[in-house]
């Protein structure tokens, strides 16, 4: 069973940074497609960020584009979300989603494309 887990989370002011990291000690990394989705209570989970295998193909969700970042260390087989210029509006149990993906280059941004996902770390944005 492969398990991601995620970490980093906590509460930071408006305003703020966070960089949340998710490992996944199964299988190959560099076989795995990751992304992070969110979910805030009341709502659906929703796409945030995807990054292919290699790390060179990318793409975040207009809500937070400009502000987040998508990475991955395969060297170290991790993944990461650099958050920036955090709102109240992130507030959210955040978590990283991995399945298999047979091209270096192709990221999966929908939820029903993960079959792999981690318990979730909570983000609070308040002052």
């Known amino acids: 069973q492969v398990q991601p887990v995620e970490s980093g989370g906590g509460l930071v002011q408006p305003g703020g940074s966070l960089r949340l990291s998710c490992s996944v000690s199964e299988g190959a990394f560099t076989n795995w497609a990751m992304a992070w989705f969110r979910q805030a209570p009341g709502k659906e989970r929703e796409f945030v960020a995807a990054i292919s295998r290699s790390g060179y193909n990318s793409e975040t969700a207009d809500s937070v584009k400009g502000r987040f970042t998508i990475s991955r260390d395969n060297a170290n087989s991790l993944a990461y979300l650099q958050m920036g210029t955090l709102k109240p509006e992130d507030t959210a149990v955040y978590y990283c989603?991995?399945?298999?993906?047979?091209?270096?280059?192709?990221?999966?941004?929908?939820?029903?494309?993960?079959?792999?996902w981690g318990q979730g770390t909570q983000v609070t944005v308040s002052s």
């Open positions: 989603a991995v399945r298999y993906a047979p091209l270096v280059r192709t990221y999966f941004t929908s939820l029903d494309q993960y079959r792999y």
